[in-house]
Structure formats: structure tokens, C-alpha cells
């Protein structure tokens, strides 16, 4: 068959394919510099964040720990964590109180001690938890608090690249070390940890998630291969572990028993009912590895399970649970790395349908504006203008050092390397004085609902370039208004005091547990009325190295009623409140039967 | 990557029983299955039916507009794979599948010399892109586990393919001048030489070598000048790294894909001076594809 002749003008006709092929190069150009932080149409968000800081007469520095020399050419790497920041009220006097830790051998941590008045006191030394760096016993990495006892007075445990702490509060002003009494006295290279209540027995149980492994003593090594196995399915970090709370003050390790010993370098853990079957489940932001869903089988063992979760492997470094919607669910935001042109891991927002007989399972709907937020760590939900809707406040920024002098390339060469390589930690290119996605600014999430988010942090005063870590909401001054506490690596904290939009309204719920853990981690509370609905959890833990005021914050809107409140204990109880006065923060004990 | 299909038609070998335009496209499907399967690495099926669909029909339409007819679509089937696995954008947007799977196709229609293309189509969508929109797309953010086990495969399976195409002194001139060089630059440069010549392991270096550089419509005719252009590339590759290394300001296209940028630079120069060596006149008109 003969050839079909082809048409005439073939140069003209690749001449007019050259206009759409321009074309697509300069979309490209446009895309590129067209605003992904849509900062521009949100000019009013509804609040706004001042620095008080050093008002509040908050002076606390991060000093970042120094490792053993033969690791010294990624020091600045290993040595990237520990800034933390938690808050508890530990001396039962209604005013939300802060802690921060440090991570340098004789550096002490902090306890800021809310006076009331809009300023704080540091009493950790007199308090017996500022010493707690030292040779030997590690150094800090985070705390989180809860009253494993039921005392009525809010407990700590510090985890640390070295030994666990829990210390029992004495007297609301004192604590003592009972760590070995409690059988706790565990060398683990620690990031995070959260109390929970995974057996309903009204006793706070205790989740350590590991980083290094155990045997990894990061100022006397005896190797060097102690980094991961893999960028993305890294499986040879520490082993979490989860203690079972024996209520004679000791615990008991139930890792194997429960099925939740995973090795994936996970930096952060959350629990809460995601499937509500009534029983707390765990969520695990995994370093170089995948997100870890662990679903409890009525307190007797966790299955590992992956709806929605196993399309990409990323760097987890947070887990924040909140209502997104406002469909009385709680969804879950991980951060995760972005660099441009390196790396575009992109946070994940998974909207949760494990309840949804169609779907059982997350669905992730992290757009640029919120998949973006450069190396993200901390974040948490919380409605900082108390419209009803929650934001997200994203801190970021790993390593500021040098402005000229970028890490990114030697890590690029790296992380495509065998993993036998990159394992040993003397193979990996000095750092000197680089900066690895260093001084990136915070962002701030305004929740548009459907229209999507707005980063609005420059239009509400966050504009620092620190390298934040830790991030946590509480309401200070019992006002109605959540403020933001950062906690920066290798620099001083940041306390962001909140002005919401004054119109709007509010309400707060403080629980105290009776069948349930005193602290009540773990109730879950749906708010109804008009309009929309609301979940939120009183968290054991939450974020990176981070923990919110115990106290449940709702905004409302215009809304100037409550329909109804459902508290949903961990003891399995339901209570109701029907039209509860709003603007108002309510105590609420758990039933006794 | 490897344009298998044909704008003009130079030296493509072929083996005795099977074409190799489909070894290459098996190879290039298998790294896709296998990198899927075990690593989850497309990001969502959709980026892959975008970029599938975007180059299938470019291809389509394009070569219907030009010649008349439409030409076999392996080509753009191998684009289309290879941008899925190379190209991470930022978010879930699916806008640089789009546009990279149009502008690969159409740079074989629109930047040609004496009737041929000088640039491997994937080659050309990554660097434009990378050098266009640096702050919305990145290249590879997966690394397939860096596993041994999985490379060794997809190696094995690569340098046999690789063979039985005859391009297999191309990969191989590329990776000893990629080892010797880098070396050589870590000793100048007095840093350790492991890190410098770790990247050859990963995923992005065995679609480079095996999938782009080798690419038998874009690669010089005689056997002599394809082992000096590949050590060209390499030299232009480590130039590059050099300037990474000093800390130039150079655009992050040059930081993040070095070889991508090598080779566009070096690429089409040497094709259009083996045009113009060669003697190589304008296609007739009509004249139909040899393979």
C-alpha cells in the first residue's frame, strides 16, 4: 500500500506548534511564580498574634547537645531536636502552665508558672525538674503530662535521648523521681511520647516512641552505623514501646503483647477514637518511613492497619488531630519535608472516613497552600479566631546556619546513595556551618472551610524565621482565646498571646475524670449546634514534642448558643450538656455511675 | 525517555526476534511496576494517567498535524512513564504532567535541525521544567527504598537491554567517566570520595543511564563519537558539581539534576554537529518512519 503523502506546509504547520509549545513554557514560568500562599485575599483572618514573650517574662533558650566527635560531621543533624514545649496546669490553680525542655548537659529545663496576671515565674529548679541533663542520664527531648496516679495533680514524664523520668507531683509544687519505682528506668533515644488509656481501666497507660535504637549511647559510641536504613522505609530505628499502668505506681512493658513495638523511627504518636468504636487508637508519624495506624481491639491488642495511608512513604515528623470540617470526625495532618526543586514530600491533611461504610479509610486532601510548608515539624489544629472553624499553625525550618551555604546538595547526593552507605554516619558530607532548609517562616493556616486554607501568618503577626519545633495551644489567661507557644531549636521560645475577633463567641470545657483518668486524656467531645458539628480530644501528647492545655476550646462564631455538648470519657460513659452558657469556661466532673 | 519513535531515522539496531523499541518500553514498565509495587513511588494513579494521556495524544495529534499520519505512540508511552517517575510536583497538582508531557512530545516536532531532534524528549520536559518552575516541581523525591536488592534488578535487567540494543558502551563509558571524574573532584576538592560517587546507585541515575542518555534518536551515529559525547556529558555533569561544590549561584535546575542539565547541554550540540558532519539533509516530505 503506498505511502500516504504527507500534508504540505510541514514547516508552517511545526511553526504553529511552536506558539502552544512557548506557550507551555511560559505557563510553566507563570506557575512558578504564581502565589501557592495565598496570603493576599485573606486580609481580615478574625485574630491576631503579638510576640509578648519577654512580657511574660519568658527567657527560656533551647541549647541543642553536643555528641560524641566521631559523629561530629553531622552533628548539627542528630543533634537537630529536643526543643519542646507542654502545657499543664501542675499546680491546680486554673491557670495553664508551660514547660519547656533543654537538650544540653547542664542546661535546665523549664517550668513556667502562670501567675495569672499575663506573666510567668520559672520555678523548675525549685520544682525538682530543671536538672534533668546530665552525663550518664541523657538529655531532654520532650515531656508530657498526665495524673498517672489519679492524685488530682498533674504528673510529668521526660523523655530524653537517654533515660525516661517520671516524676510524681508531690504537692503541686514539688516532684519526685519515681522512675525505677515505677519500673520505667529504660535508656531510650526518645522524641516523643503519649498518655493514653488503651485498656478503659481509668488508668493512664504510657506510649514512648524510639528514634536511635536503645543500644545507641549518642555520646559514647561504639559505631557509627547508627543512622536509617532507608530515606523512605527505614526500619531499623528504636523499638516504641507502650507500659501498661499497673496502678501500684509501676508499669509494665506490653509492647510485644499489644502489637505496637514499631522500629520505623517514628518522631511522633497521637491516640484518639479515629474509627469511634470507643477505644483509643494510635497514629504515628514515622522519620524516612510511612505513617503507622495502629487500631485497638478493645484494649487487647493493636492491628496495624493502612486505609488511604499507603500511597507514598515521607519523612512524618508530626501528627495533629482535629475536625477540619466540622463533620464531628477527627482528621489527621502530618508534616511532612518539602525543599523546591530537591524535595516535595508535602504534609499530609487526611480527612478521616473510617467511619464511612463506603470508604473506611483516609483520604488525603492536602492542597499546594497546605501540603507546603518547607521542612515542617509542630503543628496543631486549634480555632484561633473562634469562628466555628479550626486553623492550623505549622512551625518549620530545620537547620539556620550560614545563609550561603546550603546542605540540600550534599543531602541530595546522599539520599540516593545505598542505604549501606548512608547508614554509617562518617560517610555523610560535613555539615560545617550549613543551613538546611533553614530560617523558614511559620505558617498559619486560616480554614476557609471548602474554599480551602490561606496562610495568614504574616497578616497576623508571625514572622519569625526560627527553626520552630514544637508547637502548642493553650488558652492563658481563661479569656477565650487560644495562644500559641513555639518552642525553637537552638533558640529562645516564642509565646504568640492571641486577639481574637471580639464578636465572635466561645466556650471551654475543663474534665476531670472519675471512672476515667483524673487528667481525662482522651474524652472526646462533640459540640452541636446550629450549623455545624465539632469534635475534639483531650490530648495525652500531641503534635512534635508537644502538649495542648487539657482544656477543650471551642469557637462559635456569631453563634451566641449551644445546642448540645456529647463528652465521650474514656471510661466508656457519655454525658450530655444541653445549652450550656457560652463565653464561659465549664468544669465538668464524670459522672460516678 | 528513550524516543523510540521517529522523527527521522539514524542507526536504530535491531535484535534478531524482538524489536527494541518493546525492550525498552518493557524495561521502562517494568522499573514502573516494580518501583510501584514495592515502593508506592507514582504518588496517585492519576499523575500517571495524566502524564500517560498528555503524551499519548500529543503524540498523536502532533504527528496527524505534521506527517499526516499518526506514528507508532511507544515513544510517548516511555515519556509519559518516565515523567511519572521522575517528576514530584508540589501538592497534588497534576499541571507539570501536563505540561511536561506536552512539551516532551512537542520539542521533537519543534526543535529539530536538518529534520531530526536533538534532544531526548524526557530530558528536554525535565531540565525546561526544572529550569522553569523550580519552586513548584522536583525531580525524584523517591529513592526506592535504597535498596541493593531492587537495584541490582533493575541494573541487570538495564545493562542486558542495554546490550541487546547496542548502547551498552554508552551507559558503561558514562558510568566509569561518572566514577573516575567524581572521584577526582573529591580529591581535589578534599572530601570524601563515597558521597561524590553515591548518587550512580540511585533510581534517578538508572533512568538517566539506561532510558535518556542511550536514547537511539538523539544519541551520534558513530560508535567512537557516542563513547566521547557520554565522557562529555560526564565532564559537563562534574563541571557542574564543581560549581555546586564552590557554592555558585547557579540556578537549583543545575544543584537538584546536574546530569539532566549535562546532557541537554551537551546533547543537541553533538547531534547537530553529527548532522552537519554527516551531511544529513531534510526528510523528504512524506516519508515514511523505518522503525
Known amino acids: 500500500m503506498p505511502a500516504k503523502p504527507a500534508p504540505k506546509h510541514q514547516g508552517l504547520r511545526r511553526l504553529l506548534i511552536a506558539v502552544p509549545f512557548v506557550g507551555a513554557i511560559v505557563a510553566a514560568i507563570r506557575m512558578d511564580s504564581a502565589p501557592s500562599r495565598a496570603t493576599t485575599d485573606v486580609t481580615h483572618p478574625g485574630f491576631a498574634l503579638r510576640d509578648e514573650t519577654a512580657a511574660a517574662g519568658i527567657h527560656f533558650v533551647h541549647h541543642r547537645p553536643?555528641?560524641?566527635?566521631?559523629?561530629?560531621?553531622?552533628?548539627?543533624?542528630?543533634?537537630?531536636?529536643?526543643?519542646?514545649?507542654?502545657?499543664?496546669?501542675?499546680?491546680?490553680?486554673?491557670?495553664?502552665?508551660?514547660?519547656?525542655?533543654?537538650?544540653?548537659?547542664?542546661?535546665?529545663?523549664?517550668?513556667?508558672?502562670?501567675?495569672?496576671?499575663?506573666?510567668?515565674?520559672?520555678?523548675?529548679?525549685?520544682?525538682?525538674?530543671?536538672?534533668?541533663?546530665?552525663?550518664?542520664?541523657?538529655?531532654?527531648?520532650?515531656?508530657?503530662?498526665?495524673?498517672?496516679?489519679?492524685?488530682?495533680?498533674?504528673?510529668?514524664?521526660?523523655?530524653?535521648?537517654?533515660?525516661?523520668?517520671?516524676?510524681?507531683?508531690?504537692?503541686?509544687?514539688?516532684?519526685?523521681?519515681?522512675?525505677?519505682?515505677?519500673?520505667?528506668?529504660?535508656?531510650?533515644?526518645?522524641?516523643?511520647?503519649?498518655?493514653?488509656?488503651?485498656?478503659?481501666?481509668?488508668?493512664?497507660?504510657?506510649?514512648?516512641?524510639?528514634?536511635?535504637?536503645?543500644?545507641?549511647?549518642?555520646?559514647?559510641?561504639?559505631?557509627?552505623?547508627?543512622?536509617?536504613?532507608?530515606?523512605?522505609?527505614?526500619?531499623?530505628?528504636?523499638?516504641?514501646?507502650?507500659?501498661?499502668?499497673?496502678?501500684?505506681?509501676?508499669?509494665?512493658?506490653?509492647?510485644?503483647?499489644?502489637?505496637?513495638?514499631?522500629?520505623?523511627?517514628?518522631?511522633?504518636?497521637?491516640?484518639?477514637?479515629?474509627?469511634?468504636?470507643?477505644?483509643?487508637?494510635?497514629?504515628?508519624?514515622?522519620?524516612?518511613?510511612?505513617?503507622?495506624?495502629?487500631?485497638?481491639?478493645?484494649?487487647?491488642?493493636?492491628?496495624?492497619?493502612?486505609?488511604?495511608?499507603?500511597?507514598?512513604?515521607?519523612?512524618?515528623?508530626?501528627?495533629?488531630?482535629?475536625?477540619?470540617?466540622?463533620?464531628?470526625?477527627?482528621?489527621?495532618?502530618?508534616?511532612?519535608?518539602?525543599?523546591?526543586?530537591?524535595?516535595?514530600?508535602?504534609?499530609?491533611?487526611?480527612?478521616?472516613?473510617?467511619?464511612?461504610?463506603?470508604?473506611?479509610?483516609?483520604?488525603?486532601?492536602?492542597?499546594?497552600?497546605?501540603?507546603?510548608?518547607?521542612?515542617?515539624?509542630?503543628?496543631?489544629?486549634?480555632?484561633l479566631n473562634n469562628d466555628g472553624n479550626n486553623e492550623l499553625f505549622v512551625v518549620n525550618g530545620f537547620i539556620s546556619d550560614d545563609p550561603k551555604t546550603n546542605y540540600w546538595y550534599s543531602m541530595s547526593k546522599i539520599a540516593g546513595a545505598n542505604a549501606r552507605l548512608f547508614e554509617d554516619a562518617k560517610t555523610w558530607p560535613a555539615f560545617g556551618h550549613a543551613s538546611l532548609s533553614g530560617f523558614e517562616p511559620s505558617r498559619v493556616y486560616l480554614n476557609r472551610g471548602l474554599s480551602g486554607w490561606a496562610d495568614v501568618a504574616k497578616t497576623v503577626g508571625v514572622t519569625d524565621l526560627a527553626d520552630g519545633r514544637a508547637v502548642a495551644f493553650a488558652d492563658l489567661s481563661n479569656r477565650g482565646a487560644l495562644d500559641v507557644i513555639v518552642a525553637n531549636q537552638n533558640q529562645p521560645a516564642i509565646l504568640y498571646r492571641n486577639r481574637p475577633d471580639s464578636t465572635n463567641h466561645w466556650i471551654e470545657l475543663s474534665l476531670t475524670g472519675t471512672r476515667s483518668n483524673r487528667s481525662a486524656i482522651g474524652a472526646e467531645v462533640v459540640l452541636e449546634t446550629s450549623g455545624f458539628k465539632q469534635r475534639r480530644v483531650v490530648d495525652g501528647g500531641m503534635g512534635f514534642a508537644s502538649q495542648n492545655d487539657r482544656r477543650l476550646h471551642f469557637g462559635l462564631g456569631h453563634t451566641e448558643w449551644v445546642d448540645r455538648i456529647v463528652i465521650h470519657w474514656p471510661s466508656g460513659e457519655q454525658q450530655i450538656l444541653a445549652n450550656p452558657a457560652v463565653d464561659r469556661i465549664h468544669a465538668v466532673t464524670e459522672p460516678k455511675s | 525517555m528513550t524516543d523510540a519513535s521517529a522523527v527521522s531515522q539514524p542507526t536504530l539496531p535491531r535484535t534478531k526476534s524482538i524489536d527494541p523499541r518493546y525492550l525498552i518500553a518493557g524495561l521502562i514498565t517494568l522499573v514502573l511496576v516494580v518501583a510501584q509495587l514495592r515502593y508506592h513511588v507514582v504518588g496517585g494513579y492519576e499523575r500517571l494517567a495524566v502524564a500517560l494521556l498528555t503524551c499519548t495524544i500529543t503524540e498523536a495529534l502532533l504527528s496527524w498535524f505534521v506527517r499526516g499520519r499518526v506514528v507508532n505512540l511507544q515513544s510517548a508511552y516511555i515519556s509519559g512513564i518516565s515523567l511519572t517517575l521522575l517528576l514530584k510536583p508540589q501538592g497534588a497538582t497534576l499541571w507539570p504532567f501536563v505540561l511536561g508531557g506536552f512539551l516532551a512530545i512537542a520539542s521533537k516536532y519543534v526543535l529539530q535541525y536538518r529534520g531530526n531532534h536533538l534532544w531526548n524528549p524526557t530530558n528536554f520536559a525535565i531540565s525546561a521544567l526544572l529550569l522553569a518552575a523550580p519552586n513548584r516541581i522536583s525531580v525524584l523525591s523517591h529513592q526506592w527504598g535504597n535498596d541493593v536488592a531492587t537495584n541490582l534488578v533493575i541494573w541487570i535487567f538495564g545493562l542486558v537491554i542495554a546490550a541487546r540494543v547496542r548502547v551498552l558502551h554508552i551507559t558503561l563509558t558514562y558510568v566509569v567517566s561518572f566514577l573516575l571524574l567524581n572521584s577526582l573532584r573529591a580529591t581535589l576538592l578534599h572530601q570524601p570520595i563515597l558521597p561524590e560517587i553515591a548518587p550512580i546507585t540511585g533510581p534517578m541515575y538508572q533512568l538517566f543511564v539506561f532510558f535518556m542518555i542511550t536514547d537511539p534518536r538523539t544519541i551520534v551515529r558513530e560508535r567512537r563519537w557516542q563513547v566521547v559525547v557520554a565522557v562529555l556529558v560526564a565532564v559537563v555533569e562534574t563541571a557542574i558539581r564543581f560549581a555546586s561544590d564552590q557554592g555558585w549561584p547557579l540556578p537549583t535546575a543545575f544543584n537538584v539534576g546536574p546530569a539532566f542539565l549535562a546532557l541537554a547541554i551537551v546533547g543537541p550540540i553533538a547531534k547537530a554537529i553529527d548532522l552537519t558532519r554527516s551531511g544529513a539533509t531534510p526528510r523528504r516530505a512524506g516519508s515514511p518512519a523505518t522503525s
Open chain 1, 66 to 383: 553536643t555528641f560524641d566527635p566521631k559523629i561530629a560531621n553531622i552533628e548539627p543533624h542528630v543533634a537537630g531536636l529536643g526543643a519542646s514545649v507542654s502545657v499543664a496546669d501542675f499546680d491546680g490553680d486554673g491557670w495553664p502552665d508551660l514547660y519547656f525542655t533543654n537538650s544540653r548537659f547542664g542546661e535546665p529545663n523549664a517550668l513556667y508558672r502562670n501567675r495569672g496576671d499575663g506573666t510567668f515565674e520559672d520555678v523548675a529548679a525549685s520544682a525538682g525538674l530543671a536538672d534533668l541533663n546530665r552525663p550518664g542520664e541523657g538529655v531532654s527531648m520532650g515531656s508530657v503530662w498526665g495524673d498517672f496516679d489519679n492524685d488530682g495533680r498533674e504528673d510529668v514524664l521526660v523523655y530524653r535521648y537517654g533515660y525516661l523520668a517520671l516524676f510524681k507531683n508531690v504537692d503541686g509544687k514539688h516532684f519526685q523521681d519515681v522512675t525505677e519505682a515505677a519500673g520505667l528506668h529504660r535508656w531510650v533515644n526518645s522524641n516523643g511520647a503519649i498518655w493514653l488509656d488503651y485498656d478503659r481501666d481509668g488508668l493512664l497507660d504510657l506510649y514512648v516512641t524510639a528514634y536511635f535504637r536503645d543500644d545507641v549511647d549518642l555520646w559514647h559510641l561504639s559505631t557509627t552505623r547508627i543512622m536509617h536504613n532507608s530515606f523512605e522505609f527505614a526500619t531499623n530505628g528504636g523499638k516504641n514501646l507502650m507500659f501498661h499502668n499497673l496502678g501500684n505506681g509501676k508499669f509494665e512493658d506490653v509492647t510485644d503483647k499489644l502489637g505496637v513495638g514499631s522500629t520505623r523511627w517514628t518522631l511522633a504518636a497521637a491516640a484518639a477514637d479515629l474509627n469511634e468504636d470507643g477505644w483509643p487508637d494510635l497514629y504515628l508519624a514515622n522519620d524516612y518511613g510511612p505513617e503507622e495506624l495502629y487500631i485497638n481491639d478493645h484494649g487487647k491488642r493493636f492491628t496495624l492497619q493502612t486505609p488511604g495511608l499507603e500511597s507514598e512513604s515521607k519523612s512524618g515528623m508530626a501528627v495533629a488531630l482535629g475536625d477540619v470540617f466540622n463533620r464531628g470526625h477527627l482528621d489527621v495532618f502530618v508534616t511532612n519535608i518539602s525543599e523546591k526543586g530537591y524535595l516535595f514530600q508535602n504534609n499530609n491533611l487526611r480527612v478521616n472516613e473510617l467511619t464511612d461504610a463506603g470508604q473506611r479509610r483516609f483520604h488525603n486532601v492536602a492542597d499546594p497552600v497546605v501540603a507546603d510548608a518547607g521542612w515542617a515539624w509542630g503543628a496543631q489544629f486549634g480555632d
